[in-house]
């Protein structure tokens, strides 16, 4: 391996969040000095997931097969749709064991500033799920918002509450145990089991 393809490395670790060029440098001498049993098994397992890896069709998911795996379980409580912002967060919330519904991924929140309206966000295909439901027979009781509690966040949440408010659905959002300013990711599996229990009305 030559000086170039070590400092590419370098840089394309210290792309990923939480890892400054300091601890990127770190984990490729690791890598490095182990290729066999810890460098081309990563390689394998990246390439693996770029090529197998899709988003789920309806909850936008990541997954290695659309409708994804929870989508599948059988079980779940199709009634009950709990809204995160992005992936990520439905992982903590999954990881959480306190919710045993189904999901839907936004994308992201509504920001004036990023120049992100209710068309670059998945509001509309959650609109599409509960008045499928309703067609179907088999209606959505409630709606769970469990954004992140930014200004961002409350904005979104205040809009989808608005958009469903004619559809015949309960909307909620999580109380206690989140933070005012903290992301679903960072919270400890306690809290938002507690978060979840003691959901309330949207405003």
């Known amino acids: 391996m030559s000086v170039n393809d070590i400092d ?3 840089l394309l670790l210290a792309r990923l969040p ?8 770190r984990a490729a001498l690791q890598m490095i000095k182990r290729p066999e049993t810890l460098m081309l098994p990563l390689a394998g397992a990246l390439r693996q997931a770029a090529e197998n890896i899709e988003t789920c069709a309806t ?3 990541l997954d290695t097969s659309d409708p994804c ?10 009634a009950l749709i709990c809204v995160v912002e992005e992936v990520a967060d439905l992982w903590a919330i999954e990881r959480s064991g306190a919710f045993k519904g189904l999901y839907h991924v936004l994308g992201g929140t509504l920001s004036a500033l990023d120049g992100r309206g209710p068309e670059q966000l998945n509001i509309g295909a959650l609109i599409g799920r509960v008045e499928a439901g309703r067609e179907a027979g088999a209606p959505v009781a409630e709606v769970i918002l469990a954004l992140s509690t930014t200004v961002d ?7 989808i509450a608005d958009r469903l408010g004619g559809a ?7 109380a206690q145990g989140v933070p005012v300013g903290g992301e679903l ?13 003691a959901r309330r009305p949207a405003e």
Do not use: F, M, W
């Open 185 to 197: 990711d960072y919270l400890d599996d306690g809290t938002l089991s507690a978060a979840l229990k």
């Open 8 to 10: 590419r490395l370098i």
């Open 18 to 25: 939480g890892l400054g060029p300091r601890s990127a440098r």
């Open 153 to 159: 966040g409350q904005t979104t949440a205040h809009y």
């Open 59 to 61: 909850c936008g998911n």
């Open 69 to 78: 795996g929870i989508c599948r379980i059988p079980g779940r409580e199709a």
């Open 168 to 174: 015949g659905v309960a909307v909620s959002r999580l």
